[in-house]
C-alpha cells in the first residue's frame, strides 16, 4: 500500500497555498482586463511558475536520497511523555529542508508534526517527539510522512517513509527511574519522598552523605562534619528480609478515570513503584491481582529478577466490569504468606455491602500480617457533596454523593479502628503516599 501510494505521489509535485495563490493571480485578474498582451502575459507568467515548479521538484530530496529512522524506548510508559526520537540523514546532491508528520498509534496524545528542518548535503538531523499513552499494551507506530521542499520552498515532494513497528506500553517506569536517580543523589525530597528517621531493633549505620534539606538534625555525624568542613549526616538500614505482598483489585470499582488514567492504572502505577523500592532495600516482593477469580499470583522473592518479574506481570493487567471478591483472593493470600507480611491492598471502597465484605475478611488477615488499605480519592464526588442544590434532581445528587462519601469514611474508619492501615489519596498523589507509608512502617518497625 505504501509503495503504490509513494508511486502515485511520485508523478505530483506538492505546491504551496503561497505559491498556488500566486500562480492563481493572473487567472483572477485576465477577466478585469482587456487585449491580447493581457492574456500573453497571463500565459508567460504561468509557464514561468511551471518551470519554477518543476526546478524546485527536481532539487528536492526524494526518498532514495533520504535515511529515516526512528528510535523508540524499550518499554513506553503509561500516562507520560515518551520520547520518540527520529534521525533524519541527506544523502542527495542538494541540502535538504523537511517537514513530516508521525504516526502514533491511536489514542496516543502529542504533537505530531515536525519541521521545517534544514539538512545539508551529506549530513543528519535528529528531532525528537513526545507522546502520551493512556492504556497500556501492544501498539504499532505507522509509517512516517515526509514533505521535502526545494530551494525557494515553493514547491517540493512529499511521499511515505515505511517505518512501521511494534511498541509496548508499560506502567509508568518513568517514575521508577526517576526515584533510582534521585535515590542516588540523595534527592527524593523532589518527589515528595519524605526522610525517615529509622527507629527500633535491626537498624543499623550504613553511610556518610552530604546533610540535604529536610534531614533530621539527629542524624548528623558531628566527628564528620568537623573533618569535612561542611554538614554530614548518618546514612541507617532498616532490617532487610522483610516481605511485602501487593494485592490489586481489578474489579469494577477500580474502572473509573481520573486524572487521565483509570483507577486500576494509577494503582498499577504505585505498586511498580513500591515493587522497586522493597526489591531494591533486599524485601520478598509479591504480587496478588485479583477480581471475581485470581489473576495473578507472584510468590514473595527477592531481588531484581522479582521486580522485572512483577513489571512484566503488571503489564498484561486488565480490568474487569465485575464484583472483586475479597474473601477468595485475601484467603488465598493468608495461606500462601508463612511470615509476618505487610499486605498492600489496592482497592476501593463503595456500598454498605462491598465494604463489609471487605472489613470481614481483612480482620482475618490480622494480626499475624499487618493490612494497608489504600484508596483513591474521588475529586467529582466530593464537588458534588459540597455543590448548591438549586433543583430537585440536584438535591438528589448531592444526596448520592454525600451518601457514598459518608459509607466511605465509615468503612475505612472500622478498618483503622481494627488495626489495619488506611490510606486515602488523591489518585495522582497514590505513588509518592504509597512510598512514604511504606518507609513510615519500616522506620517504626511494625514489620
Known amino acids: ?21 500566486i500562480i492563481a493571480l493572473p487567472v483572477v485578474l485576465v477577466p478585469w482586463l482587456s487585449g491580447v498582451w493581457a492574456w ?40 507520560v511523555p515518551n520520547p520518540v526520537s527520529l534521525r533524519l540523514a541527506n544523502r542527495s546532491a542538494h541540502g535538504a529542508v523537511l517537514l513530516g508528520r508521525e504516526t502514533p498509534p491511536s489514542g496516543f496524545c502529542g504533537e505530531r508534526r515536525f519541521g521545517p528542518i534544514a539538512v545539508s548535503r551529506g549530513e543528519e538531523s535528529r528531532v525528537t517527539l513526545h507522546f502520551t499513552p ?11 510522512g515526509v514533505r521535502s521542499m526545494g530551494p525557494l520552498g515553493f514547491a517540493g515532494r512529499q511521499f511515505i517513509l515505511p517505518l512501521s513497528e511494534e511498541c509496548h506500553v508499560y506502567p509508568d517506569i518513568v517514575a521508577v527511574q526517576r526515584y533510582a536517580l534521585l535515590a542516588r543523589k540523595g534527592a527524593l525530597q523532589e518527589l515528595g519522598v519524605r526522610t525517615m528517621r ?18 533530621d538534625y539527629r542524624d548528623i555525624d558531628w566527628k564528620a562534619t568537623a573533618r569535612r568542613a561542611k554538614p554530614v549526616v548518618r546514612r ?9 505482598m501487593l494485592a490489586v483489585d481489578a474489579g469494577r470499582l477500580m474502572q473509573p478515570v481520573t486524572g487521565g488514567l483509570s483507577k486500576l492504572d494509577h494503582a498499577v502505577n504505585a505498586a511498580l513503584l513500591l515493587a522497586y523500592l522493597a526489591t531494591r532495600s533486599g524485601d ?17 522473592k527477592k531481588g531484581h529478577r522479582q521486580f522485572l518479574a512483577v513489571l512484566e506481570a503488571l503489564y498484561s493487567v486488565e480490568g474487569k466490569t465485575e464484583e472483586s471478591d475479597y474473601t477468595r483472593a485475601l484467603t488465598y493470600l493468608s495461606t500462601r504468606l508463612s511470615r509476618r507480611s505487610l499486605v498492600v491492598l489496592f482497592t ?3 456500598g454498605q455491602e462491598p465494604s463489609r465484605r471487605l472489613i470481614s475478611v481483612l480482620g482475618g488477615l490480622m494480626p499475624r500480617h499487618l493490612p ?45 479502628s481494627r488495626g489495619a492501615l488506611v490510606l486515602d489519596v488523591d489518585a495522582e498523589e497514590l505513588s509518592v503516599a504509597a512510598v512514604n507509608r511504606y518507609l513510615d512502617v519500616k522506620a517504626r518497625g511494625k514489620l
Open 134 to 144: 493512556w492504556r497500556r499494551g501492544a501498539y504499532v507506530f505507522g509509517d512516517v
Open 40 to 79: 500573453t502575459a497571463a500565459a508567460v507568467w504561468l509557464i514561468g511558475w511551471a518551470v519554477l515548479i518543476v526546478a524546485e521538484y527536481r532539487h528536492a530530496a526524494g526518498p532514495e536520497d533520504l535515511e529515516v529512522a526512528r528510535t523508540l524506548p524499550t518499554k513506553l510508559s503509561i500516562g
Open 236 to 244: 541507617f538500614e532498616v532490617e532487610r528480609s522483610q516481605t511485602i
Open 198 to 215: 529509622y527507629a527500633g531493633a535491626g537498624t543499623e549505620f550504613e553511610s556518610l552523605r552530604d546533610y540535604q534539606h529536610g534531614d
Open 372 to 416: 494497608l488499605v489504600i484508596t483513591q480519592r474521588n475529586r467529582d464526588i466530593e464537588a458534588r457533596a459540597r455543590a448548591e442544590a438549586r433543583t430537585e434532581s440536584e438535591v438528589f445528587g448531592v444526596a448520592v454523593a454525600e451518601d457514598v462519601l459518608r459509607e466511605k469514611a465509615a468503612a475505612l474508619g472500622v478498618l483503622a
Open 284 to 300: 520478598l516482593v509479591g504480587l496478588l491481582v485479583f477480581g471475581r477469580d485470581i489473576h495473578t499470583y507472584l510468590p514473595p
Open 348 to 350: 476501593d471502597v463503595a
Open 1 to 21: 500500500m505504501t509503495a503504490r501510494l509513494n508511486r502515485l505521489l511520485a508523478f505530483l509535485p506538492y505546491v504551496t497555498p503561497r505559491a498556488t495563490a
